[in-house]
């Protein structure tokens, strides 16, 4: 049975909804108030954290302009005279530092950026700072804020944070030894790097582990031109608040599918709101390589520097997010050492960061030892203890430490590259690209075909690995870590693609240092992306690891956009159907091809959606192309006579 109330019937009730009201309580009898009912929640809890191996610190350290930056310091029990290991990052302080809620050390600090047995075995004070803008840290956020100057009219930067920063520690920190290391991975690794712009002078060491070097070259956001649109997700949820607050929504569940339904960059930002982002404007502003990007690469910035502080530059030889950066700071600061005892570089078989986690494997490659191990505890401990520790013994750390894939060895090397520790020696030797698809070092033969052709469809772009493509990440079950070390096979049956592929191998043949691809090609259109992969191809069976049997694995691969074939600054467009040399230059391997593999260049012109389409037809800023200016091309590449194409390898000779 249903209550009709009637609205006659609600103007009789009138009046008794009024007496009702009141007997309503007032606010002197609401139940919060009552003497004998007190809250149950301290004024100011205090943990009991007697029996912790650590005391920590939470606290605001004030800069020279009066901004404050939450730092956490975590100083080991009885600890005198200890050195800081300081890391400044934009990723939280206090998530950083509390990965367990628990006495111990390790498992507080067994995480993102703690190089966690170097940390507790050696006994050092940890120091995670926010830098200014993000999470607990005062002032405003520009991500990898530039240097004071033209990009940053305000006085502070990071090089004064991180100044002021130590300057306050070895004044304020009782248990410490007054020596200060910075080190840091990714953004980390950049803010390490900024450290030694004028450093403090009670640094005395630092180790950028995959730092953001050039964020144009090859880098975070862009490679030679072509837009990593797979890096918008970060920076909507890095810059869009201050705690990354707002996530990045999807209405696909394969990347592929949410990138192409937008057609360009700038329109899939503009569905986002991303408009609201200042970083993002920039992006827009500036896609090629003018003094915006220039004036704030890092190894631009540190070549003009003097060198004061050991240096150990860390990098991944699959680094799928900053290859570019450790080996070009390497080549820039290493001439100046004329000392040889300020600039060292590590080449570890990892992924972006992997270097203080598990190395033993790497998708389906493995290593037979856990290199991240090793690297912690053989060469960074060392290191670290050498110039931080008072009294330390001499580390013994080579100039260059140098993983060796294919052979799966560490080897100690006296610079980079330079193949074997003495009497090797580095010949660029070229690799060429022949008729039938063929791959050899003699030179084509006269009237052989002029060249080979495929169709590039910006409608069917070639996917950067198998799909549904997954968005990046290394949380929830992604495998975006490993995705430069796939199985190339998808790739190569795809008739957008060339496969040139060389006979079985009969001797080992090592490459040390960075491929440079000598590509003569021509396409219909007025612009074109080419995509060149140098790949080992394992024997067709391998034993003890059947999945490894006919397995192709990219050892140097990039992306390189055509427009900028004469002028890194300035876009032009590309003369239809005529053939043009690309000279492009891959990221560094130190890779032996073994005898029964082969060795495989593929090209093609697309990696998507890692990178944006290149809509074929020239227009002055691809990320407003419109729909109409995506169009089919023919692709050629020339391999007969003067118009060769070919890959300059860094083969090791030795005597």
């Given at each position: 049975m249903k209550l009709i109330i009637r609205p006659c019937a609600l103007i009789l009730l009138a009046p008794l909804f009024g007496a009702l009201s009141l007997v309503q309580p007032s606010a002197a009898q609401a139940p919060t108030d009552y003497p004998d009912f007190p809250s149950e929640t301290p004024a100011n809890f205090q943990p009991v954290t007697d029996s912790f191996e650590y005391i920590k610190r939470d606290l605001m350290i004030p800069m020279r302009d009066g901004v404050k930056l939450h730092t956490v310091i975590i100083v080991p029990k009885g600890a005198k005279s200890a050195p800081i290991l300081l890391t400044r990052t934009p990723y939280n302080a206090t998530a950083l530092t509390s990965h367990a809620e628990s006495p111990h050390l390790g498992p507080m600090l067994n995480g993102y950026d703690n190089a966690t047995e170097v940390i507790v075995d050696g006994g050092y004070i940890r120091v995670v700072q926010d830098v200014r803008g993000k999470y607990g840290s005062e002032g405003d956020y520009v991500m990898t804020r530039p240097l004071h100057g033209p990009l940053n009219p305000t006085p502070v930067d990071h090089a004064t944070d991180t100044y002021d920063t130590i300057d306050w520690l070895v004044n304020n920190v009782p248990e410490s030894n007054g020596k200060v290391g910075i080190l840091g991975i990714s953004y980390d690794g950049f803010t390490t790097l900024m450290a030694l712009v004028n450093p403090h002078p009670a640094l005395k060491v630092a180790v950028p582990m995959n730092p953001m070097v050039d964020g144009w070259m090859g880098d975070d956001w862009f490679h030679n031109g072509a837009f990593r649109q797979q890096n918008m997700p970060y920076i909507y949820e890095q810059v869009g608040t201050r705690a990354n607050k707002a996530k990045w929504w999807s209405n696909h569940f394969d990347d592929y599918d949410v990138y192409m339904e937008a057609g360009s960059a700038g329109e899939l930002g503009h569905r986002r709101g991303m408009e609201q982002i200042g970083f993002w404007r920039k992006l827009m502003e500036h896609p090629s390589y003018d003094s915006f990007w220039q004036d704030q690469a890092m190894d631009r910035i540190l070549a003009a520097q003097p060198l004061k502080v050991p240096t150990m530059l860390v990098d991944s030889l699959w680094d799928q997010e900053d290859i570019y950066g450790a080996p070009a700071l390497y080549k820039a600061l290493k001439a100046k050492d004329t000392a040889n005892d300020k600039v060292f570089l590590v080449l570890g078989p990892w992924h972006h960061g992997q270097e203080i986690g598990d190395g033993s494997t790497l998708g389906a490659l493995q290593f037979n030892s856990d290199t991240g191990l090793y690297f912690r505890t053989q060469i960074l401990r060392p290191f670290l203890d050498h110039y931080l520790k008072d009294g330390a013994p001499a580390d013994n750390v080579a100039p260059v430490i140098a993983f060796e894939t294919g052979t799966n060895a560490w080897r100690r090397l006296p610079a980079w590259p330079a193949g074997c520790a003495s009497g090797c020696t580095i010949k660029s030797t070229p690799l060429y690209l022949e008729a039938a698809l063929k791959l050899g070092f003699a030179a084509p033969k006269a009237g052989d075909a002029a060249?080979?052709?495929?169709?590039?469809?910006?409608?069917?772009?070639?996917?950067?690995?198998?799909?549904?493509?997954?968005?990046?990440?290394?949380?929830?079950?992604?495998?975006?870590?490993?995705?430069?070390?796939?199985?190339?096979?998808?790739?190569?049956?795809?008739?957008?693609?060339?496969?040139?592929?060389?006979?079985?191998?009969?001797?080992?043949?090592?490459?040390?240092?960075?491929?440079?691809?000598?590509?003569?090609?021509?396409?219909?259109?007025?612009?074109?992306?080419?995509?060149?992969?140098?790949?080992?191809?394992?024997?067709?069976?391998?034993?003890?690891?059947?999945?490894?049997?006919?397995?192709?694995?990219?050892?140097?691969?990039?992306?390189?956009?055509?427009?900028?074939?004469?002028?890194?600054?300035?876009?032009?467009?590309?003369a239809p159907d005529k053939p043009l040399p690309y000279r492009i230059t891959l990221p560094t391997a130190n890779h032996v091809f073994l005898p029964g593999h082969k060795i495989m260049v593929q090209i093609q012109s697309s990696w998507f959606p890692l990178y944006d389409r290149n809509p074929q037809t020239f227009v002055p800023n691809i990320f407003w192309a419109k729909p109409g200016d995506y169009r089919k091309a023919v692709q050629r590449v020339y391999h007969a006579g003067a118009q060769a194409s070919f890959i300059e390898l860094p083969l090791v000779v030795t005597p």
């Amino acid at each position: 049975m249903k209550l009709i109330i009637r609205p006659c019937a609600l103007i009789l009730l009138a009046p008794l909804f009024g007496a009702l009201s009141l007997v309503q309580p007032s606010a002197a009898q609401a139940p919060t108030d009552y003497p004998d009912f007190p809250s149950e929640t301290p004024a100011n809890f205090q943990p009991v954290t007697d029996s912790f191996e650590y005391i920590k610190r939470d606290l605001m350290i004030p800069m020279r302009d009066g901004v404050k930056l939450h730092t956490v310091i975590i100083v080991p029990k009885g600890a005198k005279s200890a050195p800081i290991l300081l890391t400044r990052t934009p990723y939280n302080a206090t998530a950083l530092t509390s990965h367990a809620e628990s006495p111990h050390l390790g498992p507080m600090l067994n995480g993102y950026d703690n190089a966690t047995e170097v940390i507790v075995d050696g006994g050092y004070i940890r120091v995670v700072q926010d830098v200014r803008g993000k999470y607990g840290s005062e002032g405003d956020y520009v991500m990898t804020r530039p240097l004071h100057g033209p990009l940053n009219p305000t006085p502070v930067d990071h090089a004064t944070d991180t100044y002021d920063t130590i300057d306050w520690l070895v004044n304020n920190v009782p248990e410490s030894n007054g020596k200060v290391g910075i080190l840091g991975i990714s953004y980390d690794g950049f803010t390490t790097l900024m450290a030694l712009v004028n450093p403090h002078p009670a640094l005395k060491v630092a180790v950028p582990m995959n730092p953001m070097v050039d964020g144009w070259m090859g880098d975070d956001w862009f490679h030679n031109g072509a837009f990593r649109q797979q890096n918008m997700p970060y920076i909507y949820e890095q810059v869009g608040t201050r705690a990354n607050k707002a996530k990045w929504w999807s209405n696909h569940f394969d990347d592929y599918d949410v990138y192409m339904e937008a057609g360009s960059a700038g329109e899939l930002g503009h569905r986002r709101g991303m408009e609201q982002i200042g970083f993002w404007r920039k992006l827009m502003e500036h896609p090629s390589y003018d003094s915006f990007w220039q004036d704030q690469a890092m190894d631009r910035i540190l070549a003009a520097q003097p060198l004061k502080v050991p240096t150990m530059l860390v990098d991944s030889l699959w680094d799928q997010e900053d290859i570019y950066g450790a080996p070009a700071l390497y080549k820039a600061l290493k001439a100046k050492d004329t000392a040889n005892d300020k600039v060292f570089l590590v080449l570890g078989p990892w992924h972006h960061g992997q270097e203080i986690g598990d190395g033993s494997t790497l998708g389906a490659l493995q290593f037979n030892s856990d290199t991240g191990l090793y690297f912690r505890t053989q060469i960074l401990r060392p290191f670290l203890d050498h110039y931080l520790k008072d009294g330390a013994p001499a580390d013994n750390v080579a100039p260059v430490i140098a993983f060796e894939t294919g052979t799966n060895a560490w080897r100690r090397l006296p610079a980079w590259p330079a193949g074997c520790a003495s009497g090797c020696t580095i010949k660029s030797t070229p690799l060429y690209l022949e008729a039938a698809l063929k791959l050899g070092f003699a030179a084509p033969k006269a009237g052989d075909a002029a060249f080979d052709e495929y169709v590039s469809d910006p409608a069917k772009p070639v996917p950067f690995r198998r799909r549904p493509s997954q968005p990046e990440g290394y949380d929830n079950g992604l495998t975006w870590p490993q995705w430069l070390v796939d199985d190339q096979r998808e790739a190569s049956g795809r008739p957008d693609v060339l496969a040139f592929v060389s006979d079985v191998l009969t001797t080992p043949i090592k490459m040390s240092g960075q491929p440079v691809a000598n590509l003569v090609a021509s396409t219909s259109g007025t612009d074109s992306d080419w995509v060149i992969k140098v790949i080992d191809v394992y024997p067709d069976e391998v034993a003890g690891q059947p999945g490894m049997g006919g397995y192709q694995l990219m050892i140097s691969a990039d992306i390189f956009r055509g427009r900028y074939r004469e002028s890194v600054e300035t876009a032009k467009p590309i003369a239809p159907d005529k053939p043009l040399p690309y000279r492009i230059t891959l990221p560094t391997a130190n890779h032996v091809f073994l005898p029964g593999h082969k060795i495989m260049v593929q090209i093609q012109s697309s990696w998507f959606p890692l990178y944006d389409r290149n809509p074929q037809t020239f227009v002055p800023n691809i990320f407003w192309a419109k729909p109409g200016d995506y169009r089919k091309a023919v692709q050629r590449v020339y391999h007969a006579g003067a118009q060769a194409s070919f890959i300059e390898l860094p083969l090791v000779v030795t005597p």
